[in-house]
């Protein structure tokens, strides 16, 4: 571990919903926060309610935007400790219909976000012969809904990108997990649900029923400090024998 009493923990798309919840439960657990969002209003917004937070203004999938922030953080900081990945945004499109700019954003920024963020850290980690990473998947990384082509192979993608640096880190000190969460309440869901009601015509309650909790066997969507939970734990001495895993944090799915 490094020579700070706390580490340092890098959370991408931390500005709100489960990275925000994440960012939650690592500041409760005594460590430091880097807010990386490329929201930066937001980003502020939510580094300023936490305890020991500092916000940062990166676009995951942008190499440069990336090696800077790491640049200024191991300069600020010393050391990266942890690093969650877990940026996203959503476009909903029949394959035939999928815009291929929308399709190469989904990418760029779930996929090959993920990718810049590890490529950039690991030469730190792999100096002070720890770090923990954890990428956020979802359900989604096993499984497919119509409609979600992009969001789904980049998701089942960041699965194959896991266990690629699991191997090549095994021996190092540094574990790299997945996590895959079911539906969790955040604007990500919100937005979706209001955009299916139009659709479909009907309440936000029956788009919920319908698409998102048909195949959840708690029936109820999860909290993000349920994924934060699991976060903090893929990052603990006592998760140090875990690495190259996918793990469902999603109700039973
Ligand atoms: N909400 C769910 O039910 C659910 C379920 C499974 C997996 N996930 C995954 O969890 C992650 C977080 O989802 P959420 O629901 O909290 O979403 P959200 O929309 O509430 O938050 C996503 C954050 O990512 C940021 N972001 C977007 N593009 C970025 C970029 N290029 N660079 C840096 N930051 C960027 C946004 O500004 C926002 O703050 C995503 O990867 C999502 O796919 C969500």
């Known amino acids: 571990m490094s020579n700070f009493k706390e580490r340092t923990v890098v959370i991408t ?6 990275g925000y919840g994440i960012a939650e439960a690592f500041v409760k657990n005594g460590d430091f926060v880097a807010i990386c969002d490329i929201n930066i209003e937001a980003a502020n917004h939510a580094a300023e309610k936490l305890e020991n937070a500092k916000s940062y203004q990166v676009d995951v999938s942008n190499e440069e935007s990336v090696k800077n922030f790491v640049d200024e953080l191991v300069k600020e900081r010393g050391s990266i400790d942890v690093v969650v990945n877990n940026a996203g ?3 909903v499109d029949k394959v035939e ?3 291929v700019d929308k399709w190469r954003l989904v990418i760029d920024i779930m996929l090959t ?3 810049l963020m590890i490529k950039h850290t690991l030469p730190y980690m792999k100096g002070q012969s720890y770090g923990r990473i954890i990428n956020v998947s979802s359900v989604h990384g096993k499984m497919a809904s119509p409609f979600k ?5 980049a998701k089942h993608g960041v699965v194959g990108l896991t266990r690629t640096v699991a191997l090549e880190t095994a021996e190092l000190g540094i574990t790299c997990n997945t996590i895959m969460p079911g539906p969790v309440r955040t ?3 919100e937005n979706q649900v209001a955009k299916l009601a139009e659709v479909d015509g009907i309440s936000n309650q029956e788009v919920l029923d319908k698409h998102f909790l048909d195949k959840q066997p708690m029936k109820r969507l999860l909290e993000p400090s349920e994924i934060g939970a699991v976060a903090v734990f893929l990052a603990s001495e006592g998760a140090a024998a875990i690495t190259g895993d996918a793990m469902s944090v999603s109700g039973g799915i």
């Open 149 to 153: 082509s992009a969001y789904i192979s």
């Open 89 to 91: 945004i959503q476009h």
């Open 13 to 18: 798309g931390a500005a709100q919903g489960i």
């Open 113 to 115: 976000g993920p990718f």
């Open 97 to 99: 219909d999928f815009p």
């Open 187 to 189: 604007e990500l869901i």
